[in-house]
């Protein structure tokens, strides 16, 4: 009788212990999550607290605390997403797409999804709307990721926002993820023929595209490993400027993987991107009628890009020190790319800043045909 009284007692004690530690857990939880700004049933699978505690402290001392790192978080579908291009590197043809970021917070917790809708033209920029068959004029966009949209919807860049705004003016986007200047002056030169006087140019500029100008070492060390959507045998355009200061393109490949020697030479010096980078502009807005802007969104103490450039490219500051409110979201944490809000506020300081579309007449559909982007007709 003696052995069965200690039996259930110290059954008892267990499970008021259990009881305890349970509670426990659940406090220092819902704290954990309120620090974080998340909601515990939203991430969480296993069905005891205690459980998803001690995984948490396990993986801390592990040093895995935080979002799994998943070597496809991003998907892009149809494949592929991104063709090779003998001299701009890689473009995307023209098609609908979904690009899909996952993401979980523990190996306990199901998969966060987040979906967003992109659709290139026929010409391969990125789409922005019906296009106005008119005498009006057109914006042609350049950038990278940030100008392009990364991760946010269609109808949710600033070009998108732009063109609906400007009724009788068609926007081109030519723009995509870890493109710069460099493939801005490569396009450029595709269709500059189509680029009229009543047109303009909108060249996105930020401090971090000129190691990719030059192709620098820290550059191709910063894409790592393929991933799902990028072929791997891709190659990156490489600006310099030969002794008459014209600029010269060649190529280097874009994932360390293929010249592991490369990536172990030093970058070109500061003041080399900086003339390189300054080059690329000025070549633009020196070849061409179109009036040209710069639209400045990152920045490092003391750029003399700027001090350098032609004095009739216009500079519109569009840093986040410029607005008397908050712009820098981003894909709801999936990625770090700016969200909805930010190209909202790009489109708002463009709006503001350019000058009106040009009225015109509507013109038939077949009158006015753009040369495709990435060189294809």
């Known amino acids: 009788m003696s052995r069965t009284k200690t039996f259930v007692f110290y059954a008892l004690s267990l499970l008021v212990m259990f009881a305890v530690f349970e509670v426990f857990a659940s406090t220092i939880l819902i704290y954990l999550y309120r620090f974080h700004g998340t909601v515990s049933a939203e991430h969480e699978n296993a069905p005891l607290s205690s459980m998803v505690f001690l995984s948490k402290v396990f993986d801390a001392l592990r040093g895995e605390a935080g979002v799994e790192v998943d070597p496809e978080q991003t998907t892009v579908e149809p494949k592929p997403y991104f063709i090779e291009d003998p001299k701009i590197g890689y473009y995307t043809p023209p098609g609908k797409y979904t690009m899909t970021f996952r993401r979980r917070y523990n190996k306990f917790s199901q998969y966060e999804y987040l979906k967003a809708k992109l659709t290139f033209a026929d010409d391969s920029t990125r789409w922005t709307g019906d296009t106005w068959k008119s005498t009006g004029n057109t914006i042609y966009v350049f950038g990278d990721s940030y100008i392009f949209g990364y991760g946010v919807n269609d109808e949710q860049t600033f070009s998108y926002l732009l063109r609906q705004s400007l009724k009788n003016t068609n926007v081109k986007l030519v723009a995509n993820a870890g493109y710069s200047l460099i493939q801005a002056f490569i396009n450029f030169e595709r269709i500059k023929n189509d680029i009229g006087e009543n047109d303009i140019i909108i060249l996105g500029y930020a401090d971090f595209y000129k190691p990719r100008h030059v192709a620098a070492p820290s550059w191709t060390k910063e894409w790592g490993e393929p991933p799902p959507f990028m072929p791997s045998n891709l190659t990156y355009p490489k600006a310099s400027l030969d002794a008459n200061a014209n600029i010269q393109i060649g190529h280097a490949p874009l994932y360390c993987k293929f010249n592991p020697d490369y990536c172990q030479q030093a970058d070109p010096p500061q003041e080399e991107q900086d003339k390189v980078t300054t080059a690329l502009i000025n070549h633009i807005a020196r070849n061409t009628r179109a009036k040209v802007y710069l639209l400045h969104i990152h920045e490092a103490p003391g750029d003399q890009v700027l001090k350098l450039i032609d004095k009739n490219i216009s500079i519109i ?10 712009i820098m979201d ?22 503001e800043t350019l000058p009106q579309a040009t009225p015109g007449v509507a013109v038939d559909e077949n009158t006015r045909r753009g040369r495709r982007a990435d060189g294809q007709d």
């Open 317 to 326: 500051s569009a840093l986040p020190r410029d607005f008397d409110y908050l």
């Open 330 to 351: 981003d894909i709801l944490g999936f990625d770090p790319h700016p969200g909805p809000w930010w190209h909202y506020a790009m489109f708002k300081k463009l709006a």
